[in-house]
């Protein structure tokens, strides 16, 4: 009598879902990738136009406000020169910003026009509103650049305006506008990707060295 050996069961094959895709790199590492592969220039409209706004502010302002003091003592004419300083600067950086921005959207429109008119295939209305969409702002970068300037403007007139004491009030202008320069630096380096130490030395040094400029100067010829 033959004995019968049981067969071996074969087990069914049971479905394994995974949290990902077994072909993409794991999450942690997608976004890592997604962070060195970040494109910064999409923030480069506004952070041009805000950074260079701030910078431009804090500068002429102090400058100003050293320049004055170099020949008249007084806390009021320091501050008045200041204030003036800040309306005429943010006029003057909205104006010119949204002409310059205004001239880069006809320019790239221009262009859009040239390549439709002698492009083989026509284009889509959709596609056409999405590059148009892509283009910059002239009314969001002037009021960036107007906006930027007057908080830079403020910080040396916020310094020097409730100090009598004269060198004092030199030195705490000359030291808010320090600290502001390299907190402007470190913020422009910082969001725009690029190397921070450089960039805050290199904007720290700059406007030094137009507030050394213009105290020098109107001090030696205020003489």
Known sequence: MASHQ???VQPSPVAVSTPFNVNSPPPALADSKDVETFDYSQRAQWLRAAVLGANDG?????????GVGAVNQTAKAMVIS????????????????YV????QVDIELAQMEREKRYADVESSPEKEEKEKEKLPSPLQ????SAVAFGIGAVLPLLAGAFINQHWV??????????VALALFGWAG?????SPIYKSTVRVVVGGWAAMLVTFGVLKLFGL
């Open 169 to 178: 009030r030199i030195g705490a202008v000359s030291g808010v506008s320090t």
């Open 141 to 144: 970068a002037a009021g960036a």
């Open 58 to 66: 804090l500068v002429s302002v102090a400058s100003l406000m050293l």
């Open 189 to 193: 380096a910082f969001l725009g990707g």
């Open 82 to 97: 200041g204030l003036a300083g800040l309306i005429a600067g943010a006029f003057s950086m909205a104006i010119g910003e």
């Open 6 to 8: 049981p067969s071996a």
């Open 100 to 103: 310059s921005v205004y001239s």
